[in-house]
C-alpha cells in the first residue's frame, strides 16, 4: 500500500486515544498507507510501547500526552496538522461499571470530543473523522420492527438512562454535540459507527468489545438483546476510516459493520468455530424486531470497503485472547 502512495506526500494527522484497541489499529493503517506525519494522542501516564514498537513507526510517529478534558494539551497535539487530519478515536470506555458515569463517562465524551473538535477547527484541520459508535444508534427500541437499522436511527437517551446505560448516553451526546459544533462552525466532520469489533490485540490490555467474545466463549448467557447489531473486524474498522478521510465526498454517520444478524445466529457461528468452548446456545430472538442484512454498511461498501468475514474476525480474536493469556478453557 505504501508503494502506490508514496508518490503523493500525506497530510500530517492525529489520532487521539492511540493506543487503544482501535487507535492502534488505526495508527498501524496510516503507517502502512504512507502517512509520515502521525501524531499519536495519549491519554498521560498510559502504555504506548505497542505504538513504538509498529512497523514504520520509528521517525513518522510523534506521541503526545493528553487528557482530551485539556484544552490546551489537545491544542498541542493537533497544532501541526493544519491541512490535514484529525481521528477523534479516544473515548472513555470501560469493563467496570462506573462509580460516577456523568463524570467518568459522559464528560469526558462529550467536552473531550468538542476540545478536540474546537482544536482542530482553530489549527486549520481539513476535516475530523469522528468515531462513534453503534451505541449512538442503537438501543432505539421505538425503531419500526419490520426496518433494517439504518444511520437514521439514533439511541433513546431516555430508555438508556432509565436502565442505567450510560456508556450509549455519553457517545450519543457527543456525537450530537460534534454535529451542533459542526453546523455552527462550518466544520467537516465525518462519522463512523462501529458495531462490535474484533480482532488482534495490538494493545496490552483486554477492551470492551473483545471481551463479548471473550465472555461468550466462557459460557456467557447475556443476549446484547438492545445493544448488538453484528461484528466487524478492527482492521476494516482502520480502513474505513483513512477511506472516509481520503475521499473529498464522504459526509454524515457510516455505520461500519459486516452484516446485521441476532446475537444468537453469531453465537451459534462462534461455538461451531470453537466447539471445544461452552458457548451458550440461545432459544427463540435475542433481539426481538431485529432486521437482518448482510449490507447494511451499504454507505462504506459504496465507497469501496470490503468486509473481512466473520469467521476470520472471530478466529483472529481468539488466537489473540489466546495468546495474550485472557482466554483460558476449562
Not at 470530543?113 to 473523522?129: E, H, Q, S
Not at 432505539?140 to 439504518?150: A, I, T
Not at 473483545?210 to 459460557?219: E, H, T
Request: hydrophobic share 40%; charged share 20%; proline share 6%.
Amino acid at each position: 500500500m505504501a508503494d502506490q502512495t508514496s508518490t503523493t506526500r500525506k497530510p500530517p494527522v492525529c489520532v487521539t486515544g492511540a493506543n487503544g484497541f482501535i487507535g492502534t489499529w488505526v495508527v498501524r493503517t496510516l503507517l502502512d498507507h504512507g502517512y509520515t506525519t502521525i501524531h499519536a494522542s495519549i491519554f498521560p501516564g498510559s502504555d504506548a510501547s505497542h505504538l513504538l514498537n509498529l512497523p514504520g513507526a520509528a521517525g513518522r510517529l510523534v506521541l503526545h500526552e493528553a487528557d482530551i478534558l485539556d484544552a490546551t494539551a489537545v491544542s498541542k497535539a493537533i497544532e501541526d496538522c493544519k491541512g490535514g487530519g484529525v481521528f477523534h478515536v479516544a473515548s472513555p470506555c470501560s469493563l467496570e461499571d462506573p462509580k460516577d458515569p456523568q463524570m467518568e463517562l459522559v464528560v469526558p465524551a462529550v467536552q473531550g470530543t468538542l476540545n478536540v473538535i474546537a482544536a482542530a477547527k482553530i489549527c486549520g484541520v481539513r476535516r475530523v473523522v469522528l468515531t462513534s459508535s453503534i451505541s449512538a444508534m442503537v438501543p432505539n427500541p421505538n425503531w419500526p420492527r419490520d426496518k433494517v437499522f439504518d444511520e437514521s436511527s439514533w439511541t433513546d437517551l431516555d430508555y438508556c438512562r432509565s436502565r442505567q446505560k450510560w456508556y450509549p448516553v455519553s457517545k450519543t451526546l457527543a456525537e450530537k454535540g460534534a454535529w451542533e459544533f459542526a453546523e455552527k462552525h462550518g466544520f467537516d466532520v465525518v462519522a463512523i459507527h462501529p458495531a462490535t469489533c474484533l480482532g488482534p490485540l495490538l494493545q496490552p490490555g483486554l477492551n470492551a468489545s473483545c471481551a463479548v467474545l471473550q465472555q461468550l466463549l466462557q459460557g456467557s448467557k447475556d443476549t446484547q438483546e438492545y445493544h448488538w447489531l453484528g461484528v466487524v473486524h478492527v482492521k476494516d474498522v482502520a480502513e474505513a476510516q483513512v477511506l472516509l478521510f481520503e475521499t473529498p465526498t464522504a459526509s454524515g454517520r457510516y455505520l461500519c459493520t459486516n452484516g446485521i444478524y441476532q446475537y444468537g445466529d453469531f453465537a451459534e457461528r462462534v461455538s461451531k468455530l470453537f466447539p471445544e468452548f461452552p458457548v451458550h446456545r440461545f432459544e427463540g430472538k435475542t433481539n426481538p424486531g431485529l432486521v437482518a442484512c448482510e449490507d447494511a454498511a451499504k454507505r462504506l461498501i459504496d465507497l469501496g470497503l470490503v468486509f473481512t468475514p466473520v469467521e476470520d474476525a472471530v478466529r483472529d480474536t481468539v488466537e489473540s485472547l489466546r495468546a495474550k493469556g485472557f482466554l483460558q478453557q476449562k
